[in-house]
Every structure is written in structure tokens, then in C-alpha cells.
């Protein structure tokens, strides 16, 4: 894998983007969709972003995770730069270091819960089979839904299948975990189990990072980020001194004041 060194992105920084900027479209219909965006992410940060909708915060995390190309700039992940990666390299940092959870849980209909969870481990070591699939089971354990594992897919509820996406997204033990909406979807007993889980990925010391529109989510994290028409127009950490109420609180009013 070629790795372009970088001196002056700490290895303790988990996500660096610099000058990030992103346009869709071409000639009169060519649109500039993020501005040049800054934004240094710490190991083992958990970091919300939001926004009004279309302020560009999906395409941020998808630039941020290599899952699109930047039109300008540049995206560390773990030290090393994606966007001066190729193809195959950067298919390979992604499924090795980032882990994906989406809205919609882009689950195999055609595989048991298990397989979907073991599809990636065995992509990354196919030589490794019975190692993942222990590893797959033990993951399908923790997240509650261990006796879904045989199943088919069709058979589990959202809730469920979301858990079972988180345990797809973790069986290569990535550093860096992306949300995009992962409880748009869900009801609330059932975001609440999966915002439990994000939690505890990032109490192991994973970094996460999820795009939502929803407060209670972002109070779950300890930073927010927010965009507005692609650019980043305010950055708020949890204090030390803020307990859960306290936090949401304080976010809730800095929320307002910016219009989200
Ligand atoms: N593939 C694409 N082609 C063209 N335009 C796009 C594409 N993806 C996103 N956009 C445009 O970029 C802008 C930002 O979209 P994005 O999905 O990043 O916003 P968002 O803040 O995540 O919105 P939402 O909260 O509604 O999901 C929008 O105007 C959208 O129409």
C-alpha cells in the first residue's frame, strides 16, 4: 500500500481534512457543494456533525471516509493520506480501518445475518475463515442478536438488522467507525440500543464519527460540528463539567443559536 508520509498530521489524529472541497456536476451545472473544509478529528473522539439539510454534511462523511472522491484538498485518515490513494489502496484502508453504518442497512438479502457480518472479514483475510466467523458470531453476541445468526436477514426487525450492520462494520476491528443517520430509521427504544452500542465503540476507543439531524444523538457524542452551506459554522465540545442534562442543555441553546 503506498502511504503518502505526512509530518505534520499528529499520529494521534484520527481524521485530518484540509481544504476539503467538493462540487457535483459539470460546465454551467458544475455545483460547489463543500468549500474548503478544515476539520481535525482526535483518536477515540465521537463526533456529531449536523446541519440543515443539504448543508453538505453526508458528503462531508463521505469524503472524510474515501467513499467519494474530493474535487480539492486533502483527507488523512489514521496518518495516511486517502485522497492521494488508488483505487484498490483505498479499498483496502477502507475495509481495514473504517467501519459503515447507514440509514438504510445495505444488508445481502440473499446471505444468513452471520454471512453478512463475515462477508468483510473474509474479503480483508480470506485465508482467515474460521477466525472471522468466530469472530462474526462473537460480535453478533455482543450486540444482542446472537440468536439471529443463522437467519436469514428477512426475519429480523430494523433494529435488529441495524445491529447486525454495526456488527458487520466492526469484524475488522476498524479505528474509525461512520454513521450516516444510523437510528434516521429506527423508533426510539430502538435508537436508544443503538446509540448504546456506538458508546461503547467509542469507549473502546474507536473514533466515530455520525452525521444526524437528531439532538439526541448528538448529545451522545462529546463534539458537534456544524455545517452550513458546506462550510463549518461552529465547533462545540461537551466540558468536563457537563453531565448528561447539562450537556444536552448547552448544546440545545448553542444549537438554536446557529438556526439548526
Ligand atoms: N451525487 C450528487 N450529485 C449531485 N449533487 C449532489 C450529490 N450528492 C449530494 N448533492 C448535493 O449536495 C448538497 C449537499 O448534500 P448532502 O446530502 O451532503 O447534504 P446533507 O446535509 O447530508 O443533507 P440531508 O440532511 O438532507 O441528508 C445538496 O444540494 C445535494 O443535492
Not at 43 to 72: N, P, Q, R, W
Not at 86 to 108: E, W
Not at 119 to 146: H, K, M, Y
Request: with cysteine.
Amino acid at each position: 500500500m503506498s502511504i503518502t508520509a505526512d509530518a505534520t498530521t499528529d499520529q494521534s489524529t484520527a481524521i485530518r481534512a484540509r481544504g476539503v472541497r467538493k462540487s457535483f456536476g459539470e460546465g454551467s451545472a458544475r455545483t460547489e457543494v463543500l468549500h474548503g473544509i478544515d476539520l481535525a478529528v482526535a483518536e477515540g473522539e465521537f463526533l456529531a456533525i449536523m446541519g440543515h439539510s443539504g448543508s453538505g454534511k453526508s458528503t462531508l462523511l463521505y469524503c472524510l471516509s474515501g467513499m467519494d472522491a474530493v474535487t480539492d484538498g486533502t483527507v488523512h485518515v489514521g496518518g495516511q493520506e486517502i485522497t492521494a490513494m488508488s483505487q484498490k489502496d483505498l479499498a483496502a484502508a477502507r475495509l481495514t480501518t473504517m467501519g459503515f453504518v447507514f440509514q438504510q442497512v445495505h444488508l445481502l438479502r440473499n446471505l444468513t445475518v452471520l454471512d453478512n457480518v463475515v462477508l468483510p472479514g473474509v474479503t480483508a483475510t480470506p485465508r482467515d475463515r474460521a477466525a472471522v466467523v468466530a469472530r462474526a458470531r462473537g460480535l453478533l453476541e455482543r450486540v444482542g442478536i446472537g440468536e439471529l445468526a443463522d437467519r436469514d436477514i428477512t426475519e429480523a426487525s430494523g433494529g435488529q438488522l441495524q445491529r447486525a450492520a454495526i456488527a458487520r462494520a466492526l469484524v475488522n476491528r476498524p479505528a474509525v467507525v461512520f454513521g450516516d443517520e444510523p437510528t434516521g430509521a429506527l423508533n426510539a427504544t430502538a435508537a436508544r440500543g443503538i446509540l448504546d452500542l456506538l458508546g461503547e465503540v467509542n469507549a473502546e476507543g474507536r473514533t466515530v464519527v455520525v452525521v444526524t439531524h437528531d439532538i439526541n444523538v448528538a448529545a451522545r457524542t462529546r463534539r458537534v460540528v456544524v455545517l452550513r452551506d458546506g462550510a463549518v459554522d461552529g465547533d462545540l465540545r461537551r466540558g468536563a463539567d457537563h453531565d448528561d442534562a447539562s450537556w444536552l442543555a448547552t448544546l440545545g441553546g448553542w444549537l438554536t443559536g446557529r438556526g439548526v
